[in-house]
């Protein structure tokens, strides 16, 4: 007989709330939540998801992914589920999915650092867009949004499970500083993105929305980077710059 679970207080159902809305239990427990069908398509076929919660309101396509995943299934009543989902009307289909593990690459050559990216829609766009355009790692600093978050999962489309995300302390900052040329993007000043060699090993640094990029980035050496725009707008969002960056950077590398 199935069982479905119906109360808030449902020890499941508080452990998936808790990753939903906690960076801190996401980090112990070493795993995030990925929500909807897009999303569960792409967790069931590079992870192996330790928990599924689903409603009858999930779609057939999402009933056929969800018999190809092993893990625990627990039916949820449609309005529970709602009231966990972190978006308004849930695809009736949670999952809860292990941190991917990556090897870093021996030789780092094409990375990216953001710096205290705290949208999490921007964050999670440049995820994707580091994938289509074949980054071999991101870094993040402390103060950024943490990429584990739902709005950052789910504005990455799957991202998570295809390039290593790592945060980025001062040491490491360094090592790439070392290993890589730094290229910060900047709005009002520095040589034009496409005069810029991006076919040596490069790390491009993308500054905070509100404050661009921090004085400790500032102070190690690096090469400033403008976007000439034509146009009267002044600048561009993090993401929206990122992405011209990896898309120029990628040309050049397909040369």
């Given amino acids: ?15 998936v709330r808790s990753l939903l809305t906690q960076k801190k239990e996401r980090y112990q427990e070493k795993v995030f939540v990925c929500e909807g069908v897009r999303l569960a398509e792409e967790a069931i076929r590079q992870r192996n998801p330790i928990l599924a919660l689903f409603s009858s309101s999930i779609s057939e396509h999402g009933k056929a992914i969800l018999s190809s995943c092993t893990c625990e299934k627990l039916e949820v009543d449609p309005t529970l589920l709602d009231r966990v989902s972190d978006t308004i009307t849930s695809q009736g289909l949670l999952l809860v999915v292990p941190f991917p593990e990556f ?12 710096d205290e990216i705290q949208d999490p829609g921007n964050f999670g766009t440049i995820l994707r867009a580091a994938v289509a355009f074949g980054l071999q790692s991101i870094f993040y600093t402390p103060g950024s949004v943490d990429p584990y978050s739902p709005k950052v999962v789910r504005s990455a489309m799957g ?5 290593p995300i790592q945060e ?24 034009p993105c496409w005069e810029a060699d991006f076919q040596q090993p490069i790390t491009i640094i993308i500054g905070s929305e509100a404050f661009g990029a921090s004085q400790t980035i500032r102070q190690i050496p690096h090469q400033s980077l403008l976007i000439p725009m034509p146009g009267s707008m002044e600048s561009l969002n993090a993401a929206m710059s990122a992405n ?12």
């Fill in 159 to 163: 991202a998570h499970f295809q390039i």
């Fill in 168 to 191: 980025a302390n001062a040491k490491k900052i360094k090592e790439l500083s070392q290993s890589t040329q730094l290229f910060l993007a900047e709005a009002q000043n520095g040589i």
């Fill in 1 to 15: 007989m199935k069982i479905m679970l119906t109360s808030i207080q449902n020890p499941k159902i508080q452990w």
């Fill in 244 to 255: 011209i960056l990896l898309y120029e950077a990628a040309r050049q590398r397909a040369r």
């Fill in 103 to 114: 090897a870093m690459p021996e030789k780092l050559n094409f990375c990216m650092l953001l």
